[in-house]
């Protein structure tokens, strides 16, 4: 999907015991989010990890605790991608229009 980033091989296999790779496929398509230009890509690659997650929470990842460390890194890594997806989706976005019909002083205020 992105030419700039490789995603893990590791993640074809959805080991949801193997948390180095789990680590590193959310960094993926963190950094995949963050490059996105266009809605479009957004999409994709929120596509492309909701598949992913599914494909995990198949194998158990969801019944699995993580550590406090790898809880830690994992929030960040998704904070970091819904702070990228967020921007992303409010630059593209048609502001509301103004209620009070624009002008030099339009609602009388």
Known sequence: MVAELTRPA???KADAADTKC?????EYYS???CIC???????HVNGDLSKWGMAMAKQGADEQKPGPD???KSADIMNKYVECM????M????PPPDPCGGGADPCGG
């Open 10 to 12: 590791c993640a074809d």
């Open 22 to 26: 789990a680590l590193a496929t959310m």
């Open 31 to 33: 950094a995949s989010m």
């Open 37 to 43: 230009k266009d809605k479009a890509c957004a999409d």
């Open 70 to 72: 790898v809880a830690k």
């Open 86 to 89: 967020t921007k992303l989706m």
């Open 91 to 94: 630059d593209g976005a048609t």
